[in-house]
């Protein structure tokens, strides 16, 4: 057995736990300890560990993983960061002229993969004491595609771009206008075909330091597209971007096939990527302690392979329980409580953008989803029902005045502290409870980062704090927006039932913006749909049920959804498909079963 043995070197606390996990663990050799003590730190010798877990159930900290592997992943090991670090298995091979995505769990290694891929990373195969030569890692990778590519890239002949996880870091890099920018890397001269379909004209002469997320992004898109090059790298393409953009990127990345130019995607959004891809690679394994990346699959097995949890060619099981949707919509349930929230007709005005609120209501125990482009006054509606803007014309009504928690669309680490503190302050006496660990806590995996300081955590780590932060309030109405941006598939589903759960325990209001029509599903018990022309005017409409709310939209869109045979998830529809001409016409855009081959 090959051991996998990783020890969070921020969590440890050898002091203030007497170093239990030298203690517990059982000697391997006269005189000799699996766990040793460098620095103040333990580093557990992996070649002497036993894989008797004591010390990992031991540690109050949680701070170490032990986990034992198959013999032969040994020789397929790609990379490590070092002692007791996190190691990947493989690495995916790719084919020109074929879009392979890339889909898995947050931290278990996909950018790692694409900056080994972009070069920015060097494959160490395992060995990150003594860093192995060009040549050693182009001899273990010999007869297979990565052989060539490494060869290429070790010498510079191969052109790679590559779009970063995070774009709202780019003006710190960056500088000047959107058109400078993208004037300066268009190599091949499609821009102006480019910022046509991601529709860049309005923000053409904006400066980046005052660009929104989805803005960034199309923008970051547009700067990897029109660069000339043998390899093109996409990480989270869709973060940020409404359902129409989101497709309108998917085609432009697509586009890049026709030169045989070599494309591969991370991505959590699964309509997103199976609209892109053409294979798809499955990484399963421990978060932060191991990653295996499977062998190369065709997209909709790929894709059912994730959702189901095994891997039939590999005999491997990484998940106990498959991932389920709905085929129909669920039956609308029947809402007892009282209504918390009322509001009138309102207007709000901006300059060059003008918002229309319709009157409508909110229930006890109700969870509302809204849908709707960008720019379109979703954001500013949340902000008048939280307090933060003031309408002119128009106001919310309530019988009596509601507590409000809002998670607000961009969320930054400014809190000097760790996690603990942080949900502690805001939860107060209840952050002891049993229900707030099982139904907060447990549901969005905060646990294994609650010693880690705010201000280390990654994107997708700080909005599960940010979720819990806002659910740990007590209120009545919660108002969360865009709650799935850079979390993975699994946990923007743990995150729907977590809300649900809280509005269903504490009756009380949810309004939930999000793009991912997936968890709209999930969480929602009525849809909320803006209309309009994003960035010149929007109309808040009231809340409808499900089947109705999701029609509207999609409609709205000029898109169709079709359900899988066998996971009864939603896959985009080809445009001019026979599908999707039949479902135009009944007026049903999303739940329609189909039976695939």
């Not at 793009?515 to 809340?543: C, K, S, W």
């Not at 359900?563 to 896959?571: G, I």
Request: glycine share 6%; with cysteine.
């Amino acid at each position: 057995m090959v051991r996998v043995a990783v020890l969070d070197k921020d969590r440890c606390k050898p002091k203030r736990c007497a170093r239990l996990c030298y203690r517990f663990c059982p000697k391997v050799r006269s005189k000799i300890e699996a766990i040793q003590f460098e620095v103040d730190k333990p580093l557990i010798v992996e070649a002497l560990c036993v894989g008797c877990g004591i010390c990992v159930k031991k540690c109050p900290f949680r701070a170490l993983s032990i986990v034992n592997l198959p013999d032969e992943l040994e020789k397929d090991c790609s990379h490590r960061f070092g002692p007791n670090a996190f190691k990947l298995f493989r690495l995916p091979a790719p084919a020109p002229g074929v879009v392979l995505g890339l889909l898995g769990q947050n931290g278990i290694g996909k950018t790692t993969t694409l900056n080994i891929l972009s070069g920015e990373t060097k494959p160490n195969l395992g060995d990150y004491a003594t860093q192995p030569d060009w040549s050693q890692v182009i001899r273990h990778f010999r007869g297979s595609t990565l052989q060539e590519y490494f060869q290429k890239l070790s010498i510079s002949e191969l052109r790679v771009v590559h779009k970063p996880q995070y774009v709202d870091k780019i003006p710190r890099v960056y500088s000047g206008d959107v058109g400078s920018l993208l004037e300066k890397v268009d190599d091949k001269g499609r821009l102006k075909q480019v910022a046509r379909h991601l529709q860049l004209q309005t923000i053409w002469n904006r400066s980046l330091d005052v660009l929104s997320g989805g803005e960034l992004q199309r923008v970051a898109i547009t700067a990897t597209v029109c660069r000339d090059a043998d390899v093109y790298l996409f990480d989270e393409p869709s973060s940020y971007l409404d359902v129409k953009q989101r497709l309108e990127v998917a085609r432009t990345i697509r586009s890049l096939k026709e030169d045989e130019k070599t494309i591969i995607v991370a991505e959590h959004d699964l309509a997103v990527l199976d609209y892109l891809s053409d294979q798809i690679c499955v990484f399963y394994g421990t978060p932060a302690v191991y990653g295996i990346i499977s062998h190369v699959h065709g997209v909709r097995v790929g894709i059912n392979i994730y959702l189901e949890g095994y891997i039939q060619d590999e005999n491997v099981r990484f998940r106990k329980n498959a991932i389920i949707f709905h085929e129909k919509p669920p039956t609308t349930r029947l809402v007892a409580g009282e209504i918390l929230l009322k509001w009138g007709a309102m207007r709000k005005a901006f300059e060059g953008f003008e918002l229309s609120v319709v009157p409508g209501d909110a229930k006890q125990s109700e969870v509302i989803g809204v849908l709707g482009p960008n720019g379109i006054g979703k954001t500013t509606f949340v902000r008048l029902l939280a307090g933060l803007e003031e309408a002119d014309e128009g106001a919310t009504s309530m019988p009596y005045k509601l507590a409000v928690s809002y998670k607000p669309q961009y969320i930054s680490a400014e809190y000097e502290g760790t996690v603990e503190e942080l949900l502690k302050s805001v939860a107060k006496d209840d952050y002891t409870s049993s229900w707030f660990q099982s139904e907060i806590l447990q549901p969005l995996n905060v646990q294994p980062i609650i010693d880690r300081s705010i201000v280390e955590l990654s994107g997708g780590e700080l909005q599960k704090v940010a979720i819990a932060t806002c659910l740990s309030r007590k209120a009545q109405l919660y108002l969360l927006d865009e709650p799935s941006a850079y979390l993975d598939v699994e946990e923007r589903l743990s995150m729907a039932r977590t809300i649900r759960r809280v509005v269903e325990n504490r009756n009380v209001i949810a309004l939930v913006v999000e793009h991912d029509v997936v968890a709209q599903d999930f969480i929602a018990d009525r849809l909320m749909i803006f209309t309009g022309e994003p960035g010149v005017y929007g109309v808040a409409n009231p809340p409808t049920n499900l089947r109705n709310g999701m029609n509207t939209f999609l409609k709205d869109m000029e898109i169709t959804f079709r359900r899988d045979s066998v996971t009864k998830r939603p896959r985009v529809n080809k445009e001019g498909s026979k599908l999707d001409r039949y479902q135009r016409k009944i007026g049903e855009h999303y739940y329609v079963s189909t039976k695939e081959g």
